[in-house]
């Protein structure tokens, strides 16, 4: 990946518009893909580092690599909110467990306080999980799917800033 921006696009009369993650291109073209880069053509959006897709089956998923939109091609950008909802469920689920454990009658012998502190233990490790991995993706739908990117990298403005070119770009090849 080591070279320039102009290296990524498949025409070389395409003029960059825009980038969004300025601060990690340098890091993107020396080879680190830890982060994502989204750079915007007249012609193409182009995506180097974390790409994040929306499955078939609706999730998100995290891969290391690159994307290339046509602009033509593009319907839309929005956020979407994402969380392990099943973690969240397993807390409940641990918690409620947790609480019956205590309930006398249900806990008479001294077992069930030692299942009771393994449910309430899991039920704070589900929940922890539910709230570490909760993430706000910024995402760009086109017919193939949807790709995104963590919005957390990134400030608000500068997100805004690329929506509004992203915006202007797809107006201009519709």
């Not at 012609?43 to 089956?57: F, I, K, N, S």
């Not at 539910?130 to 990117?149: L, Q, S, W």
Request: with cysteine; charged share 15%; glycine share 10%.
């Amino acid at each position: 990946m080591n070279g320039t921006v102009e290296s990524w696009f498949v025409n070389p009369e395409e003029k960059q518009i825009s980038i969004l993650g300025q601060g990690y291109l340098a890091s993107i073209l020396q080879g680190s893909i830890s982060r994502s880069v989204l750079v915007l053509t007249q012609d193409r959006l182009y995506q180097r580092g974390t790409v994040m897709e929306y499955t078939a089956t609706g999730r998100w998923i995290s891969t290391k690599g690159h994307k290339v939109v046509e602009i033509k091609t593009i319907t839309g950008s929005a956020f979407k909110e994402i969380s392990n909802v099943g973690a969240m469920w397993a807390g409940i689920i641990f918690a409620v467990l947790t609480i019956f454990g205590n309930i006398p009658g249900f806990s008479g012998v001294l077992s069930y306080h030692i299942v009771s502190l393994v449910f309430f233990a899991c039920a704070i490790g589900c929940f922890i999980t539910y709230f570490v991995t909760r993430a706000r993706i910024f995402y760009i739908e086109y017919p193939g799917g949807k790709i995104g990117t963590k919005a957390s990298w990134y400030t608000p403005n500068e997100i805004f800033d690329f929506q509004k070119d992203l915006s202007r770009a797809v107006g201009a090849k519709s």
